[in-house]
């Protein structure tokens, strides 16, 4: 019987893993040498190359490292660089990364024939303290977030507000795509073409969703919209100098559509938010206050429980001082309540009473009669009817209910 010739196995060395890792991890980010002997053509497609690589890379959060690294490099203070730090990370846009980034790895600072001349760190510092200016209430709670951070114990758990915003940032793959198609081919970019409504739909975005991914958009729309408007500054119209105003009016429509497509899922769902359901408010807490006869010797009456007149149809009483009967008739299609001492939800013209002359007898004659005898009970009372007023007092027997 043949045996089979085991497979041997090849040896992976260190070095070679240590090259693969290389390889990996290297940076591919625009490099300015030889920029200083590149005529203008050559330099600003270099330039719009670099700014559309940091934009499709990189987000303004990534880039703000690279700010500080260079806010370090130029010998800014070490309150001017922390102040920076300290601002919420969404305040630092893709153009002044970019532009931070491109001055590292060599850009000029100054051309004659680029941006009239005008210095590109004076710009960038300009941005840099405008962003410190408006984050200046972003710092404490930063500090805030920083100490609460570090109360906690070593091991990571993510709060619910980080899982949501994790999947939010997983539902914005077509967009992320839709946005790379413009960068590719922006002449022939349709952003009507993309359902985005359907599409967030698709994926399942919920409300709190929803206002992430327009937030994660808004500096980018905002952008547009002051290039658009014509009140950008130059550094912002050299940044898009490449683009054609047809091709920047598409983007800022794409981007309206996806902040449009937030709004309506969150304003739907509060619509379709079910309201909360209000706590019933136990029966005996209800009649708490009211004030009541609960025994009479004299006529041997004994009072019903009052919370038997929530939610019932009629409701009998008895005035020991005035020697008045009388009858609660609920509203059409209400039912008897009571708020503190006052019976509620009767119908004033149905709700009436009659004084007895002789309460023995006529209480005897109530206990015996049955629910049709009832109806015609105060009918055969020889005396005037007078309406009810709701009130129960001390002197007020509760006779009977009936639902």
Request: proline share 3%; with cysteine.
């Amino acid at each position: 019987m043949a045996t089979k010739t085991p497979t041997k196995k090849t040896r992976v060395t260190k070095q070679q893993v240590i090259a693969h890792r290389t390889r990996a991890v290297k940076d591919h980010s625009p490099t300015w040498e030889g920029s200083e002997t590149m005529d203008i053509d050559k330099f600003m497609r270099h330039f719009h190359s670099a700014m559309s690589y940091y934009r499709l890379e990189f987000s303004g959060k990534d880039l703000k490292p690279a700010v500080i690294k260079w806010m370090t490099s130029v010998g800014c203070t070490k309150e001017d660089i922390s102040a920076f730090k300290k601002t919420k990370d969404n305040r630092c846009g893709t153009t002044m990364g970019a532009i931070a980034s491109c001055l590292m790895r060599g850009m000029p600072d100054v051309r004659a024939d680029f941006n009239d001349g005008r210095s590109t760190s004076a710009w960038l510092r300009a941005a840099i303290v405008k962003i410190t200016e408006e984050g200046t209430y972003d710092v404490d709670e930063e500090a805030e977030a920083i100490k609460a951070e570090s109360n906690k114990k070593d091991v990571y758990t993510p709060s619910i507000q980080d899982r949501v915003r994790e999947a939010a940032l997983g539902m914005t793959e077509e967009l992320e795509d839709a946005i790379e198609t413009f960068q590719t081919d922006p002449e022939n970019f349709d952003p009507k073409a993309f359902k985005v409504l359907n599409l967030l739909k698709g994926k399942g975005v919920k409300a709190a969703h929803a206002r992430i991914i327009k937030n994660l958009y808004a500096r980018d729309l905002a952008e547009l919209e002051e290039l658009a408007s014509g009140k950008g500054d130059d550094q912002l119209k050299e940044a898009y100098s490449h683009r054609s105003k047809k091709q920047v009016k598409s983007l800022i429509v794409f981007y309206q559509e996806i902040s449009s497509a937030c709004d309506m899922l969150a304003q739907e769902a509060k619509v379709n938010r079910a309201p909360r359901a209000k706590k019933a408010v136990p029966a005996e807490k209800i009649v708490a206050k009211l004030k009541y006869m609960k025994t009479n010797e004299p006529l041997k009456l004994v009072s019903i429980s009052p919370t038997d007149i929530i939610g019932s149809k009629e409701l009998w009483i008895f005035n020991t001082k005035s020697r008045k009967i009388g009858r609660y008739v609920a509203e059409e299609y209400k039912d008897l309540g009571v708020k503190g001492t006052t019976i509620t939800g009767f119908d004033a013209n149905l709700s009436v009473q009659k004084t007895v002359r002789k309460p023995e007898e006529k209480l005897k004659e109530f206990k015996a009669a049955g629910k049709v005898q009832l109806r015609k009970f105060l009918d055969d009372i020889n005396a005037t009817d007078t309406k009810m007023n709701g009130r129960i007092n001390e002197e007020t027997i509760l006779l009977k209910v009936q639902s």
